[in-house]
């Protein structure tokens, strides 16, 4: 009986130690919940405070912009650019930037008329106007034919009529060719000569690669590997079409480089890897490519009246190179081909089916066709593209990644 009441007892004061707790843990939430609302309000406070005062700045500035507009009316220059610095002071907008650069060409401050241009361009490169403007200062002041060309070139795209005139006067002849003096011809000389020696190298790189009827006369159908298949003309020219679209740039970090890797950002059941739409597949260098396996899972689709339908059986992911088919870090190793899969990162089913209905109807397989479209294709390579996106680009030595992918 005793011990009955020492039980009960110590449940007693179990139950108003936790039943204390209890309340002072409400206690501390709701000070918190108090504290939150009152936080709150102090930040809505100071946002509504900052924002108050940059509408105050906003509208002074448009004031001084207009008063600048008013002597501008007169030619009094100096005023017209101390009144944009007011402006840019107290709101630094494109458009005051571009105003003032404009204004301090026509005292010829071609530097600081430069400078602001630059902000200018950069804050709203759809307007025509400040790549105009800086064309002239560069053309007639800098004697920088080259940067005027150029500027002058994107002034015309953005629709300026003024811009398309003055390379017609500058820089076209009658019939339209660029005139240049004897040692700008040479410089455009050689550059024509280093870029079609590039193409014909490409050319001749990928039109020896075998095509897909060589690799059906020389292996079985069950013995096609999708690493075989990535070695084909086929993938070759569709990677280096899809390279050029992408201007040979990773699309994740950035890095320039003719021996990026092209992505594939899904798959097609009973499709052949070039014959997925450009639209699933993006430039990446190899590092990017072996993260984007490692972090993503690469579904493989069938093509279901139209639709895209995720297929049951998805392909098992190399747990070594995660489906790149690329070690990086073992780069010195048979060029960073993963030695689990040996960069077959693709189930053979996926592809067998079609393989074998090619394989049936060779007759129908017309690659005199596709050949010729990869000659069009690089002969539609132009000198401008080129030079913005080859030859002023690549400093890297030649990779020694002989790579498919």
Not at 200 to 208: C, V
Not at 213 to 218: I, K, N, T, V
Request: with cysteine.
């Amino acid at each position: 009986m005793v011990m009955n009441g020492i039980i009960l007892v110590l449940i007693i004061h179990i139950f108003l130690a936790v039943s204390e707790g209890i309340v002072f843990m409400f206690i501390i939430l709701f000070a918190l919940f108090l504290f939150s609302i009152r936080h709150k309000k102090v930040l809505n406070t100071v946002r509504n405070d900052d924002w108050k005062k940059i509408k105050k700045n906003m509208d002074k500035a448009l004031k001084e912009y207009k008063k600048s507009e008013k002597y501008a009316k007169s030619n009094e220059y100096e005023k017209v650019i101390y009144h944009l610095t007011s402006a840019i002071n107290l709101f630094p907008s494109g458009k005051y930037y571009g105003s003032r650069g404009i204004y301090k060409n026509c005292i010829n401050d071609n530097n600081g008329a430069i400078e602001d241009l630059n902000k200018a361009i950069k804050a709203i490169p759809y307007e025509p106007l400040y790549w105009y403007v800086r064309a002239k200062i560069y053309y007639n002041k800098l004697n920088n034919k080259k940067f005027a060309f150029r500027d002058w070139k994107k002034a015309e795209q953005l629709g300026s009529v003024g811009a398309a005139n003055a390379l017609k006067k500058y820089f076209y002849d009658s019939e339209g060719n660029l005139l240049l003096d004897s040692q700008e011809k040479n410089n455009m000389n050689n550059v024509i000569q280093l870029k079609n020696n590039w193409i014909e190298s490409k050319r001749k790189e990928i039109q020896d690669s075998p095509n897909l009827l060589d690799l059906l006369e020389e292996t079985q159908i069950n013995n096609v590997s999708y690493s075989k298949l990535l070695e084909c003309f086929e993938w070759q020219y569709k990677r280096f079409k899809i390279l050029v679209r992408d201007k040979f740039r990773c699309s994740d970090c950035g890095e320039y480089s003719e021996y990026n890797h092209v992505h594939h950002t899904y798959y097609l059941k009973n499709f052949l890897p070039w014959e997925i739409d450009d639209s699933a597949l993006v430039s990446i260098c190899k590092r990017c490519h072996s993260k984007r396996h490692e972090k993503e899972n690469i579904h493989i689709y069938k093509n279901v009246n139209g639709r895209l339908i995720i297929t049951k059986n998805q392909n098992s992911v190399c747990p070594r190179c995660y489906g790149s088919g690329y070690l990086p870090q073992f780069k010195h190793v048979e060029n960073g081909i993963c030695f689990l899969c040996f960069g077959d990162v693709i189930n053979k089913t996926v592809f067998s089916e079609r393989l074998s209905e090619l394989s049936r109807y060779k007759e129908t397989y017309n690659i005199k066709l596709l050949q010729d479209a990869f000659i069009d294709f690089t002969n539609s390579i132009s000198i401008s593209y080129y030079f913005d996106n080859i030859l002023e680009k690549f400093h890297a030595e030649a990779s020694d990644d002989d790579l498919p992918f």
